[in-house]
């Protein structure tokens, strides 16, 4: 059946758990019907016909959109859309574990930026002047327990129980120069192995970044690693459905495109 409400009333809806109650709903809906045609597009569309969506959870579409736009250094929206990813249900600690994780995709500044942003989110949230919420710490790994960690990734990332790990190890050692230690001990090793997130979430956060990014031939790669994590072809699709309201058309589309080619090659659809 059909949604019998008006947009609008399906945006204050999305925007009520954005917020965090009724009232921070109805604040956002003030807000975007005193800015024109441009907030009636925002409370309308971004919020009455992406948001609104229930195939992906607010949870998951939360980290979307933190990731979106953390890679794009938005941290005006960003500071609204950490609240909406806790008022969804991620915890501290997860949202933190987005930004690690990002830091291999889109650079460590944006990062320890967006950090920032999150810090002051939480001390809002806490009644503290500043935030006294400890963080996850680091693992601290010998090299040999880094690479260790890098093939078990890489065993779930490429979808192969049985992986020839000597042979795939020195492929990529090989094919990519002085970068293949770092992208082994580090991309795969420190970050993809921590507990702090699921690898199925963690390749949601990768997929986002990369498709707010425009960023091609990694997000083909990281398509078929979502689905080996456990995404599912309608939620890959629901990032590209959200990308439509934080980053634009072209990258959504060329996100969609991408992810029907892999779909097709691997026999999968929505």
């Given at each position: 059946?059909s949604d019998p409400r008006t947009r609008a009333e399906r945006g204050l809806d999305a925007l009520t758990t954005i917020g965090g ?57 960003l500071r609204q859309h950490l609240h909406g990813g806790l008022n969804h249900g991620l915890s501290y600690d997860e949202a933190d ?174």
């Amino acid at each position: 059946m059909s949604d019998p409400r008006t947009r609008a009333e399906r945006g204050l809806d999305a925007l009520t758990t954005i917020g965090g109650s009724p009232e921070a709903g109805q604040t956002m809906v003030d807000f975007f019907e005193s800015r024109g045609a441009l907030g009636s597009i925002a409370l309308r569309t971004a919020a009455g016909e992406v948001w609104i969506r229930d195939e992906i959870s607010r949870r998951d579409r939360s980290v979307i959109v933190i990731s979106a736009l953390t890679a794009m250094n938005r941290p005006l929206e960003l500071r609204q859309h950490l609240h909406g990813g806790l008022n969804h249900g991620l915890s501290y600690d997860e949202a933190d574990e987005i930004l690690v994780q990002l830091t291999a995709y889109i650079g460590m500044p944006f990062c320890l930026g967006a950090q920032t942003v999150l810090d002051e989110v939480i001390a809002e949230r806490e009644g503290t002047k500043s935030r006294e919420v400890p963080r996850s710490p680091a693992s601290l790994m010998d090299e040999g327990e880094r690479r260790a960690a890098a093939l078990d990734v890489l065993t779930t990332l490429l979808g192969d129980p049985n992986l020839d790990k000597a042979a795939t190890e020195q492929s990529i050692l090989e094919s990519q120069g002085p970068l293949g230690p770092i992208v082994m001990d580090y991309a795969f090793g420190d970050v993809w192995s921590r507990p702090q997130l699921s690898r199925r979430d963690r390749s949601l956060v990768v997929v986002s970044a990369l498709t707010a990014l425009n960023l091609k031939h990694e997000l083909e790669i990281h398509i078929g690693a979502g689905l080996n994590h456990g995404l599912t072809p309608t939620e890959i699709e629901e990032v590209m459905m959200t990308m439509v309201a934080y980053g634009g058309f072209p990258k959504a589309i060329d996100g969609m495109i991408l992810a029907r080619k892999v779909f097709g090659e691997r026999g999968v659809s929505a």
